[in-house]
């Protein structure tokens, strides 16, 4: 009983419901979304960011209630929190991947694919090339800075306990969603017109030689002008990276104002 009394009901409390936001917010992040990183390491460094985040959150205790039910509400409304930032994270990476399917799906990778660390499902090798290269110049923008501070500015503007379903906040995740297939499409587009021409010529060259052999040459061909092309729009990502990463702040921002009461 000694060590029990020793326990803070009000600060056990707040502890659970900052755990409940930080670790689906942060499980939610990529890199720690892959099965390489081991379980322990990603609930290691949750309850880390946890012991440091909670110790500085304002807490009101008129907002904790005394039944089990009510708390279970107030953690899934946390839970809730870290869910919807972590989503529009998720969706930006989703476009790329997108953009990676369509790609091979036109050189004709559709039928290659590989094991995904991570999902532990088989997914296309353009996918996985265009995700880890935007992943990787997101870390090189410091976009990981703006995930640490994001989860910063969710105890100011949301309080433990005080979150508040705003209509506002599914158009802005809509309009989130919408950007993924504008993506998809903005990277991906130079190597589709690209190789649209190249099985029009294909196709003129059927018509006119009807003796060529046009479904031997066509497929290497195709796949060296899609890998080409593909390698002249990683650049593209990079751009699309900087432009997402720079008003990602601000959309953090504006979705934590709605769901701290707007």
Not at 44 to 67: E, N
Not at 131 to 140: A, E, G, K, P, T
Not at 232 to 248: A, G, N, Q, S, W
């Amino acid at each position: 009983m000694e060590l029990l009394d020793l326990i803070d009901p009000i600060r056990f409390r707040t502890f659970m419901l900052v755990l409940a936001r930080v670790s689906v917010f942060l499980f939610l992040f990529p890199i720690f979304t892959s099965s390489a990183i081991p379980t322990r390491v990603k609930a290691a460094l949750s309850l880390v960011l946890t012991l440091v985040f909670y110790t500085v959150v304002p807490v009101d205790p008129a907002r904790f209630p005394r039944d089990i039910p009510t708390f279970g509400l107030m953690l899934g409304a946390e839970l809730l929190v870290g869910f919807t930032l972590g989503l529009c994270l998720r969706i930006f990476f989703a476009g790329v991947q997108m953009a990676g399917q369509l790609i091979g799906f036109e050189i004709g990778f559709a039928m290659i694919n590989v094991m995904d660390p991570q999902s532990g499902e088989n997914v296309s090798i353009m996918d996985q090339i265009g995700y880890w290269v935007c992943l990787v110049i997101f870390l090189v923008l410091n976009g990981h800075h703006v995930i640490i501070m994001s989860m910063i500015d969710s105890f100011e503007l949301v309080p433990v306990g005080g979150f508040v379903m705003h209509p506002a906040i599914a158009p802005r995740v809509m309009d989130v969603a919408a950007g993924l297939f504008v993506n998809a499409v903005k990277i991906s587009a130079p190597v589709i017109a690209t190789l649209t021409f190249v099985n029009a010529g294909f196709g003129l060259i059927a018509k006119f030689s009807p003796q060529t052999n046009v479904m031997i040459v066509a497929f290497p061909v195709k796949i060296a002008v899609g890998l080409i092309f593909f390698s002249m729009t990683l650049p593209i990502i990079v751009i699309v990276t900087r432009d997402y990463i720079e008003p990602c702040r601000k959309l953090f921002l504006a979705l934590l104002f709605y769901m701290g009461g707007g």
